[in-house]
């Protein structure tokens, strides 16, 4: 099954107390506090008990611990070794660098992302010294038909994949510039993949645009996206086809390890 295939759909039979210790996990790293026991048993709506049996099963294993002051959960460190396994397998370490230079190149912000399910999920991201600036969180998440390295991921995947995403997704308008026509989105989608880069002008966030173009592994196959997020009163005319031959010629010197 492939990256953008509806996995909910691959088990018919799940297993609910697996699924309840991911809901835990999630909602631990998205809010990324401490977090009690009646907070989560309203997060995930699951009863107080059944809660408590999940806190303690993660706590003896090492991945949660308790606050011994207010009895609130967080996240430990160990957590973070399951990350560093996907990380690891990019070849993580090896882009920073690059991802470096094109931030300082134009003092603008840069991303990795790669697909999540029909999402996107941002791996790193290197910030600029600009007051005025996007600072996306590690590990955060974004519709992909509105995001510049998410159109990039679903323009180079196969017309099955993309059929499928298109059934599954409803296109949500986020701002006034959001594709929300499955027919132009994939008009949009052909020459993005005959261009080779994306851009997205405000589509998920007022303000925001963004262009991105796409990082292949060793057999040739892209499975992430490399991208600049810039303030819009910045992207003018001459800036645009910068950025995109800077992005261009980077990801050509960026080979990623066999992946998928």
Do not use: W
Not at 106 to 113: G, K, P, R, V
Request: proline fraction near 4%; charged fraction near 25%; glycine fraction near 6%.
């Amino acid at each position: 099954m492939n990256k953008l295939d509806n996995h909910k759909n691959e088990f018919k039979y799940p297993i609910h107390s697996i699924e309840n210790v991911f809901s835990l996990l999630e909602v631990l790293a998205d809010n990324g506090i401490e977090l009690g026991i009646a907070e989560l048993c309203k997060k995930i709506s699951l009863p107080k008990g059944t809660v408590h049996r999940l806190l303690g099963t993660l706590k003896n294993l090492g991945y949660i611990e308790q606050n011994p002051q207010n009895r609130k959960y967080y996240l430990t460190a160990k957590i973070f070794k399951l990350g560093t396994a996907v990380t690891d397998k990019i070849g993580l370490v090896q882009i920073i660098p690059y991802m470096k230079k094109l931030s300082q190149q134009f003092n603008e912000t840069t991303n990795l992302a790669i697909m999540d399910r029909d999402e996107i999920i941002y791996l790193y991201s290197v910030s600029s010294d600009n007051t005025l600036k996007l600072d996306l969180r590690i590990g955060s998440n974004q519709p992909a038909y509105c995001a510049a390295v998410g159109k990039v991921l679903l323009a180079f995947s196969s017309e099955q994949e993309l059929d499928g995403y298109l059934q599954r997704v409803k296109l949500k308008s986020y701002t006034p510039y959001t594709i929300t026509s499955k027919e132009y989105l994939k008009k949009d989608l052909k020459l993005v993949r005959e261009k080779g880069c994306s851009f997205a002008n405000e589509e998920y966030m007022v303000g925001v645009s963004c262009v991105a173009v796409p990082l292949k592994d060793n057999r040739g196959k892209v499975c992430a996206g490399l991208s600049f997020s810039v303030p819009t009163v910045r992207m003018d005319k001459e800036k645009l086809p910068q950025l995109i031959d800077s992005l261009i010629s980077t990801a050509k010197k960026i080979i990623i390890p066999e992946f998928f």
